[in-house]
């Protein structure tokens, strides 16, 4: 038969050993709480890393629509340089006439005629050989043998302003 001393220390290790038995049964709940909580925190990261590419794919689209809005901007604005330059080849004849020699008048209106036709061809060039293309823009680009054709023609007015100018009749003659 045990000793009352061993049979003291025998029900003091049972009583730890009970103790340890509950602290690791809610060690191990704590566990399965956590391990829960790491799945839901998981699934929402993966949700949440979907729905960022989706948003970064959504940006990348809208880029490329302004990038596409940039180069008409660009082309609009050579037309633009194009027909002002144009009118002054044109005018410049009359604005100059009796202020300056014929000759400078003669070069300058040519001049100013020619950048407009270099303006009329840039502007094609410029839009339809843009580099690297954007990244399939949700708006459609101006089609190219448009512009061709309208630029084509501006560019056929400005040569023959051009030879009006050199060749045509003036009222001073």
């Not at 509950?22 to 729905?51: D, G, S, W």
Request: glycine share 6%; hydrophobic share 45%; with cysteine.
């Amino acid at each position: 038969m045990a000793t009352p001393p061993v049979d003291e220390k025998l029900k003091r290790s049972a009583e730890h050993a009970q103790e340890a038995a509950e602290q690791t049964q809610e060690a191990a709940e704590n566990t399965q709480q956590a391990a829960e909580h790491t799945r839901a925190a998981a699934k929402t990261t993966a949700t949440a890393t979907v729905q960022l590419k989706d948003s970064a794919d959504r940006r990348t689209e809208l880029a490329a629509n302004r990038t596409v809005f940039a180069a008409e901007r660009t082309y609009a604005a050579w037309v633009r340089t194009g027909l002002a330059s144009l009118a002054s080849g044109i005018g410049a004849q009359k604005l100059l006439a009796g202020v300056v020699p014929g000759w400078m008048i003669l070069s300058t209106g040519s001049v100013l005629i020619l950048f407009s036709a270099f303006c009329f061809a840039a502007a094609v060039w410029r839009q339809v050989f843009t580099g690297s293309q954007p990244p399939h823009p949700d708006v459609q680009r101006l089609p190219p043998f448009l512009l061709v054709l309208f630029n084509g023609f501006l560019a056929l007015v400005s040569l023959a302003a051009l030879f009006g100018l050199w060749f045509g009749q003036t009222s001073g003659d």
